[in-house]
């Protein structure tokens, strides 16, 4: 621009010096012929001029590319930014689908439980009136028989008297137990209550804040544990005589799927899902449906188990041992794709105890899903916080507790529950998966691992 002005200023200047020059020359005496063709001088400032004016245009065609180039680029980022945040946009909505969906079960379950609670308390108030009534009832029989020792005091007790007072007294006795069997309920119902509101409070403010995905560090925190919930629908038998597993449970008639106490032998009374399959019954031991539990558990954790019997849950190493200690048993695995393709596999299998690491032998048998599983190998379980000696550290890179040799695989049915939007690598060997040794990798929507004795004999 400053050669555009430079010219602009030099030639009027070139011009009006010709034009003085041809006025000068009208005014001398002698008269000469006028020139046709401009001076030297004027034609090399012209040129000169010219040639910055070039110059100058050919900076200025060269920022101006620069700058389109420049523009150009940036509107290339704003589109990519863009995509990227519907992307985004995309995935929070479906997230928020299943918030809501996920909010209104459990808005149905509060209600359902408060329910429950006006049923208990009226009968808990109903039962502490006819506590009353025979309480009264057996004060006045008191009365009446101390009148009657009194006056008689030599004449023995009439039979049909004392078998009342006996009757009234078991009445009582019975009375008292249920009072404390309904309160203990209510207790409960009461805690699952409180539950159920800290987890509508969490998805409160889960629809609140930005939803962000969490990756896992290399040794995570432990996470806080669900407890099992002690429903109503558990079915009990007699305490002298509980079952020693689901495959006794059956045997005595019960033919239905459900949650049943069990004590295998010199073991403690804990509570199993029994899962009747084609008229076997099979002990439910881990379950995987929604990722509503998280499974990154610690080792004391996945011992004793965790998560809620009518969902997602670890039964825990120590309770499996317990019951497979008593004979032989088959392991079934039940895998599901995201194509609700269905497969399983069935192996027979050898559990170690604490001081083995839980170690785990298995020797496949049937199935219609590639063996994912090393056979005859020394499997030693191990979780983030606790790493058999002379294995590889699986856990640390890998999420969740599993049975691990000295090399990692990419199956894993204890990982991180990962939607279908997940395609990186990493993320799928973190998640639930089960990679065949033909190199084909399952990712896994549902997974169950059930146990049944090997002979259909109960162990009474």
Same mark, same amino acid.
């Given at each position: ?57 050919? /900076? ?184 020693? /597993? ?138 983030? /916080? ?68 090997? /002979? ?5």
């Amino acid at each position: 621009m400053l050669t555009i002005k430079l010219l602009l200023f030099i030639v009027p200047l070139v011009i009006s010096s010709r034009i003085d020059q041809d006025n000068s020359s009208f005014d001398s005496v002698s008269p000469e012929p006028k020139s046709r063709f401009a001076m030297l001088d004027d034609v090399k400032i012209l040129a000169n001029g010219l040639l910055q004016l070039g110059h100058g245009l050919k /900076d200025f065609v060269h920022k101006t590319k620069g700058q389109i180039n420049d523009i150009f680029q940036k509107l290339n980022i704003f589109d990519q930014s863009f995509y990227d945040l519907s992307l985004q946009t995309s995935e929070i909505k479906e997230e928020e689908k299943e918030l809501r969906r996920t909010t209104y079960k459990l808005q149905v379950k509060n209600e359902e439980v408060k329910n429950m609670s006006l049923e208990l308390n009226s009968k808990l108030e109903s039962l502490l009136e006819e506590k009353i009534l025979l309480q009264q009832k057996v004060k006045y029989l008191e009365e009446q028989l101390t009148n009657l020792i009194q006056n008689q005091p030599e004449t023995p007790e009439h039979p049909e008297v004392t078998s009342l007072k006996t009757f009234v007294e078991k009445q009582d006795n019975s009375i008292k137990d249920l009072l404390q069997t309904v309160k203990e309920q209510y207790k409960q119902l009461n805690q699952q209550h409180s539950q159920i509101k800290e987890i509508e409070n969490q998805l409160r403010m889960t629809n609140i804040q930005e939803p962000t995905e969490i990756s896992l560090s290399s040794k995570p925190r432990a996470p806080r544990t669900t407890p099992f919930l002690q429903l109503s629908e558990i079915r009990n038998v007699k305490h002298d005589g509980i079952p020693a /597993d689901c495959t006794t449970i059956y045997n005595r008639g019960e033919h239905i799927s459900g949650m049943y106490a069990i004590r295998p032998s010199n073991s403690q009374v804990f509570h199993v899902y029994c899962d009747v399959i084609s008229g076997s019954p099979w002990t439910l031991i881990q379950h995987r449906i929604d990722g509503s539990q998280n499974f990154n558990e610690t080792w004391e954790n996945y011992k004793y188990g965790f998560g809620r019997l009518d969902g997602e849950f670890w039964l825990g190493l120590e309770k499996i041992y317990s019951i497979v200690k008593q004979s032989n048993y088959v392991l079934r695995i039940e895998l599901e794709d995201w194509k609700d393709n269905k497969h399983y596999i069935e192996y027979s299998f050898y559990l170690g105890n604490y001081e083995t690491n839980y170690t785990l032998h298995v020797v496949k048998i049937t199935g219609n899903v590639p063996n994912a599983i090393p056979e005859n190998k020394d499997l030693v379980f191990s979780t983030w /916080d606790h790493k058999a000696k002379g294995h590889f550290s699986c856990p640390e890179s890998y999420s969740g507790g599993w049975w691990w040799h000295d090399e990692c695989g990419e199956n894993n049915l204890n990982g991180k529950y990962n939607k279908p939007r997940a395609k990186s690598k990493p993320d799928r060997r973190r998640g639930l998966s089960w990679k065949s040794q033909n190199g084909k990798l399952y990712s896994i929507k549902s997974t169950k691992m059930l146990i049944h004795p090997t /002979d259909s004999e109960s162990f009474e």
